[in-house]
């Protein structure tokens, strides 16, 4: 799965010509998901246009909201999602978990609520640097991973994400990510009794000259990109190199 996440960027033309331009200029490959993320208030148009071009971009939303049945201003909900023909949605990235005070709690509740309208959850977890230089990322992953406990395992994919590596231009080098990817995987055997092999996509400052040694591990199943996913002819190529 090749993920664009276009955080808090673009407009509606730009989401036009990046849709049009990516869609005709991928080499499609039906294992690999080809995954847009454009911010909540474009996933209407997106939709509608993925559906009249015939593009073979599958849709993803940004975040879900929880409120526990009570009212949330400005809250977008699974069913609305679904609405708008939404396949997949990030669930835990670290700026929501950091900005919007995301815990356990309630990313459990969202990834449940994702999974019975049927959207396949996008986990997002990652370790700070200073758990990393301590030497602590697998004790803080496992925090993380321990949510997805009894859930039903074939629809969800993991993004690792570093957070010292998101938007910095520093990624994780292969060693790294394939020692954590392989914990991952590991865990959610073991574990979490996932019944189906779990897929872990790499997140953090992936660009075109970095994403071919990245992807050629066997641990990694696809990347989440954030900046470089933003200009589309840089984003279908890498896309192509999957
Ligand atoms: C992200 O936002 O999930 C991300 C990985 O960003 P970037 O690629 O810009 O580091």
Known sequence: MIVANWKMNGSKEEVDSWLRFVSANILINKTIPCVFCPPSCYLDYSSSLIKKISSPVKLGAQNINHSNNSALTGGINSHMLKDFLTDYVLIGHSEQREYLNEDNESLQYKIKDALIKNISPIFCIGEPKNIKDQGNTQDYLRSQ??????????????????????????????????????????????????????????????????????????????????????????????????
């Open 145 to 242: 991973l321990e949510i997805l406990n009894t859930m039903d395992s074939d629809q969800i994919t993991i993004a690792y994400e570093p957070i010292w590596a998101i938007g910095t231009g520093e990624n994780a080098d292969k060693i790294y990510i394939e020692e954590v990817h392989s914990f991952i995987k590991e865990f959610c055997c073991q574990e979490l009794n996932f019944k189906e092999k779990v897929s872990v996509v790499y997140g953090g400052s992936v660009k075109l000259s970095n994403c071919e040694e990245i992807l050629s591990s066997s641990k990694v199943d696809g990347l989440l990109i954030g900046g470089a996913s933003l200009d589309p002819e840089t984003f279908a190529k890498i896309y192509n190199l999957s």
